[in-house]
C-alpha cells in the first residue's frame, strides 16, 4: 500500500506537506478514490496573509482526476477553513485544484485540449463527463481567460456579424486584426451592439485606433462615427464585404438567366452557380477551358462575372487616385450593363466609395477576421448550432480569443 500511496502522489501532483493517506479501488464500479490528508502537526496560516490561523472547520471535498488506466480517479480530502483575524472564514488553498472546482487542475487542463479539437458532447462522452461539466470546464476557462487578459487597443479593428443556430439571431464579434483573435462579442449586430465595443476602451484607447473594417452596414457606421475620433477617414468597408455584394448580384444574374433558358429546355447553366463565384486564377486548364466556352454561349452571366473581376482589380492598383479613375470607367459600365443586380450593387459601391478608398490609405482588409469567421463556422457546425447566445459566445471566446485558459494551479507549479 506504501507504494500504491507513493505512486498516487506523484500522480496527483501531491507535495508536502499533504501526502496520500488511503488509495480505495472499486473494482465493480470501475473507480479509484484517493484519500489524501495533511499531518496533525502542521502549522496553519490564513491562505490570503499567511499569518497564523487557528482551524474554524473541515469541509469534505471530491475532485475528479485523470483517469488511472480506464478506471476513474477521485481524490477526496477533509480541507481545513481557517479563522483568520484580518480575512475572517478562508478555506485552505490545495495544490491540485483551483478554488471551488470539482476537477484537478490536470483534469481540467486535459478537457481544455480536448474542448479545443471537439465538440463539448463529444469531449463529455470521451471523458465521462456530464455535458453540463464539460460545459462547465469551458465556460470556466472562459471566464478566467478574461479576467486574466489584458487588453491593448488594437492598432486596426474588424468587426463582422456572425449568426448562430437559427439564421436570424447574430453576434457582432470585433476583432483585432493584427493578432488575429477576437476582442469582443455582442449581442445582435444593431449599433448597441458595436458601442458597447468602443466604450469598453478610454477615449485615449480609442484615439490610438487607426483603422476599422467592416461591411457596409450602417448600424455599424453610426456606432463607429459616434464613438471613434475621425472615423470617417479610418472607416474601411473591406474587399471580403465588397466581394460577397458582387458574388450575390452575380449570382442573382445567373439565376435569372438559368430560369429563362430552363423555361426553353436549355439547362446549360445547371450546376454552374461555383464557376461564376470564382476568379480566373486556380482553375485547371480544362476547367478555364469550359468556363470560356460557357461564358461565350451565356453571355448575360459572362458580363456580370467580368464585372465582378474587374472590381476586385480595384485593390490591385497603387493610388487612391488610380483607384476613383478606375472605379468611375468601372461604375459607368456596370450602369450600362442592362443587368439590374450589378446595377444595384454598383449603385450601392459608389454610395460607399469615400470609405471603400481608405484602403489605399490604411491597406487593411477583413482577412484576419475572415479566418476568425471560418473557424466560428467550423465550431458551430462541429456544435451543431447553439442552444443560446450566452454558450456562443463563450465558443468564440475560447477558440479565438487568444485567452490563457487553464487552471491557475497550473500555471504556478509549472
Ligand atoms: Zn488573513
Not at 218 to 247: C, E, M, N
Not at 256 to 276: C, F, N, Q, S
Request: a positive charge; proline letters at 4%; glycine letters at 4%.
Amino acid at each position: 500500500m506504501t507504494d500504491s500511496r507513493t505512486l498516487y502522489a506523484t500522480l496527483l501532483g501531491i507535495t508536502e506537506p499533504w501526502g496520500v493517506e488511503l488509495v480505495e479501488m472499486k473494482q465493480a464500479a470501475g473507480e479509484v478514490h484517493v484519500t489524501v490528508a495533511l499531518p496533525t502537526s502542521t502549522r496553519w496560516v490564513c491562505p490570503e496573509c499567511h499569518a497564523a490561523a487557528p482551524i474554524h472547520d473541515h469541509q469534505e471535498r471530491t475532485w475528479r482526476h485523470l483517469d488511472t488506466c480506464q478506471f476513474k480517479t477521485f481524490v477526496h480530502a477533509r480541507v481545513p477553513r481557517l479563522d483568520c483575524p484580518t480575512h475572517g472564514i478562508r478555506q485552505l488553498r490545495v495544490a491540485w485544484a483551483d478554488p471551488g472546482s470539482r476537477f484537478t487542475a490536470l483534469f481540467e487542463a486535459l478537457a481544455i485540449d480536448w474542448l479545443k479539437q471537439a465538440s463539448v458532447s463529444a469531449v463529455a462522452k470521451q471523458m465521462r463527463l456530464s455535458w453540463d461539466e464539460a460545459d462547465g470546464i469551458m465556460a470556466r476557462a472562459v471566464q478566467r481567460g478574461l479576467a486574466r487578459r489584458k487588453l491593448e487597443p488594437p492598432r486596426y479593428a474588424g468587426v463582422d456579424e456572425t449568426s448562430f443556430q437559427k439564421r436570424h439571431e447574430y453576434v457582432t464579434v470585433a476583432s483585432d486584426l493584427e493578432r488575429t483573435r477576437v476582442l469582443y462579442v455582442g449581442d445582435d449586430r444593431g449599433q448597441e451592439a458595436l458601442d458597447a465595443f468602443w466604450l469598453s476602451w478610454t477615449p485615449e484607447q480609442r484615439a490610438q485606433i487607426e483603422a476599422v473594417a467592416m461591411d457596409m452596414w450602417d448600424p455599424y457606421v453610426r456606432s463607429t462615427l459616434a464613438h471613434l475620433p475621425d472615423a470617417a477617414s479610418k472607416i474601411v468597408f473591406d474587399k471580403f464585404h465588397v466581394a460577397q455584394h458582387l458574388g450575390k448580384a452575380v449570382d442573382e444574374v445567373r439565376r435569372r438567366e438559368h430560369r429563362v433558358r430552363m423555361a426553353e429546355g436549355d439547362p446549360i447553366l445547371k450546376g454552374t452557380k461555383y464557376d461564376w463565384l470564382r476568379s480566373k486564377k486556380g482553375r485547371s486548364w480544362t476547367e478555364a477551358r469550359a468556363f470560356t466556352l460557357l461564358r461565350e454561349i451565356v453571355t448575360t452571366v459572362a458580363r456580370a462575372w467580368s464585372l465582378r473581376e474587374a472590381a476586385m482589380e480595384l485593390w490591385e492598383l497603387h493610388s487612391q487616385g488610380a483607384a476613383d479613375r478606375n472605379f468611375a470607367a468601372w461604375y459607368h459600365w456596370a450602369r450600362c450593363s442592362r443587368l439590374e443586380p450589378m446595377r444595384r450593387v454598383a449603385q450601392m459601391i459608389k454610395r460607399h466609395w469615400a470609405n471603400i478608398r481608405t484602403f489605399f490609405e490604411h491597406r487593411i482588409t477583413n482577412a484576419a477576421a475572415e479566418s476568425i469567421n471560418e473557424k466560428i463556422q467550423t465550431v458551430k457546425r462541429r456544435a451543431r448550432g447553439f442552444r443560446s447566445r450566452e454558450r456562443f459566445r463563450n465558443a468564440i471566446y475560447f477558440h479565438c480569443g487568444g485567452l490563457d485558459l487553464y487552471p491557475a494551479t497550473l500555471r504556478a507549479g509549472s
